[in-house]
């Protein structure tokens, strides 16, 4: 197996550094862009399956790919989504800690044990994506080339349960 992973396209929220997991944005002419060099890249790869997130962002940055490798079957899997940020969705680092300071300080300290209201936990996240991993463990131990077109916090997880031992460390706002 041969397994390729990427992140979807830019979106306007990512320029404007907002959380916006579980929001369904499109994106943006640069993620556009992204997309058309991605796929190119991937023009000559054969693929045979192509898994995605049930996102906006991720089918409009896996569709050319998908044109391209007519063949390929294509899995959607809203367990792939991003995590869920709650109150703190459409928001940047500056608006959340004026809106809710206490929370914020204590997510800089702890990402991984703090939850914002509404928010979906690092636990059930992880869970959630592990889910998707292991639904489709038989394709990713056969010989079939692989993509999986997701989001930044997922591939972290898969990485992780791949990598054992990896750490990735939340960017500091």
Do not use: C
């Amino acid at each position: 197996m041969t397994l390729f992973v990427t992140r979807h396209g830019e979106t306007t929220l990512n320029q404007q550094r907002k959380f916006y997991g579980s929001l369904d944005v499109s994106i943006d002419e640069k993620g556009q862009q992204q997309a058309a060099e991605l796929a190119e890249k991937l023009s000559s790869q054969p693929l045979d399956i192509i898994i995605r997130s049930d996102t906006t962002r991720t089918q409009e940055t896996a569709q050319r790919i998908i044109d391209d490798h007519p063949n390929a079957t294509v899995y959607v899997n809203g367990d792939l989504n991003e995590k869920g940020f709650g109150d703190w969705e459409g928001l940047n680092a500056d608006e959340i800690e004026a809106q809710d300071p206490v929370t914020w300080a204590q997510w800089i300290e702890k990402p991984f044990d703090v939850t914002p209201n509404g928010a979906e936990s690092f636990a059930t996240f992880s869970n959630r994506v592990l889910r998707a991993v292991k639904a489709y463990q038989a394709i990713l131990a056969s010989d079939a080339n692989v993509l999986i077109v997701a989001h930044l916090g997922t591939l972290r997880v898969i990485h992780q349960f791949w990598v054992p031992g990896t750490v990735f460390l939340e960017p500091r706002f």
